[in-house]
């Protein structure tokens, strides 16, 4: 089993950072994804960023040049640092990890807002 704990969320105003981590514990071995997905009020969950064990990012379009995600695989800990805040990034905001199947944390709230 994977427990997955995400950190970091909060009360941020418009053009401000916050930086989510995402630690995994339990049975992590091989090669995994991690990713970082988003679910405002009454929408689905979308995916934001994701990282491979070698690296590759990829990222939605609407948070290009605004979001950089990471990892440290010698911690098990993914990163998700948010630039250039805006209201619209307003969500929870979940941790996932992707081998054959994927493992959710429990979310942790943004709240962008003046």
């Known amino acids: 089993q994977v427990q997955l704990v995400e950190s970091g969320g909060g009360l941020v105003q418009p053009g401000g950072s916050l930086r989510l981590s995402c630690a995994a514990s339990?049975?992590?071995?091989?090669?995994?994804?991690m990713l970082w997905y988003r679910q405002a009020p009454g929408k689905q969950r979308d995916l934001v960023a994701g990282?491979?064990?070698?690296?590759?990012?990829n990222y939605a379009d609407s948070v290009k040049g605004r979001f950089t995600i990471s990892r440290d695989n010698a911690k098990n800990t993914a990163y998700l640092q948010m630039n250039s805040l805006k209201p619209e990034d307003t969500a929870v905001y979940y941790c996932?990890?992707?081998?054959?199947?994927?493992?959710w944390g429990q979310g942790t709230q943004v709240t962008v807002s003046s």
């Open positions: 996932a990890l992707r081998t054959w199947r994927i493992y």
């Open positions: 339990g049975s992590i071995a091989g090669i995994y994804d």
């Open positions: 990282i491979t064990s070698s690296g590759r990012t």
